[in-house]
């Protein structure tokens, strides 16, 4: 059963036109979880919310933005994708951000940009 | 920056046991040792993690030795569907986010 799901599973987009991500989980976890991974690297933290609480990386670029709406759904928003943005784009929940929690992650949304 | 370092890649035959090592030198005392993989287009999927002790649960067995600056995986009796990269990760025992490095792929052939 799919317990962290992100659709779609393919994106494409223009370079510079708006683009949201969806995610949603179904384990009731507190923390949810986005990360940039690039071709041929590993996958890397952008912003986390704990609850409603938003938490940023220090080298997150400001174009991309993030959403909680409720316990179950998260949005990645990147305001004005470039060419440097196409990657796959990981969602993950743990049910806290500390203690021995592990992250549960979804399959990703693989985004490309034309 | 990671604080881990693995081979780039691995084989292992189909059948036999894989051990996957990790080297943790600058690992602290309050610091566990977590493994994940990622099968090709899926994912990550957490494994194991310990802190000082062996631990083994339904998908394999992490091998933490006495100095704690090194670890091993195995995966006991690997499939072609064990074929991946496998990340290992340390992580305070408070816990926060977790610092991928570039893992190790490890190639099952049959």
């Known amino acids: 059963d799919a317990m962290v799901i992100q659709n779609p599973r393919y994106q494409v987009t223009q370079f510079g036109k708006p683009v949201t991500l969806s995610c949603s989980q179904t384990l009731n976890h507190n923390v949810m979880y986005w990360y940039q991974q690039k071709s041929s690297q590993a996958p890397k933290l952008l912003f986390h919310?704990?609850?409603?609480?938003?938490?940023n990386e220090a080298d997150t670029p400001d174009n991309f933005q993030s959403r909680r709406p409720n316990t179950s759904f998260c949005f990645l928003d990147i305001r004005s994708p470039g060419l440097g943005d196409a990657a796959m784009y990981l969602c993950?929940?743990?049910?806290?951000?500390?203690?021995?929690?592990?992250?549960?992650f979804g399959d990703g949304t693989r985004l490309s940009i034309l | 920056d990671a604080k881990t370092t693995q081979p780039p890649s691995m084989d292992c035959a189909e059948g036999r046991a894989a051990n996957l090592p990790c080297n943790h030198s600058?690992?602290?005392?309050?610091?566990?040792v977590y493994w994940y993989r990622q099968i090709h287009s899926q994912g990550p999927q957490y494994i194991i993690h310990?802190?000082?002790n062996n631990e083994t649960n339904e998908m394999a067995s992490l091998i933490i030795t006495e100095d704690r600056k090194s670890s091993t995986l195995i995966l006991p009796h690997a499939t072609l569907r064990d074929t991946a990269v496998y990340y290992c990760i340390v992580r305070p025992s408070q816990g926060g986010k977790l610092i991928f490095g570039q893992g190790t792929e490890l190639s099952v052939k049959p």
């Open positions: 919310y704990y609850d409603k609480d938003f938490n």
């Open positions: 310990g802190l000082k």
């Open positions: 600058t690992i602290s005392g309050n610091e566990y």
């Open positions: 993950a929940t743990s049910k806290h951000f500390g203690g021995n929690q592990p992250q549960h």
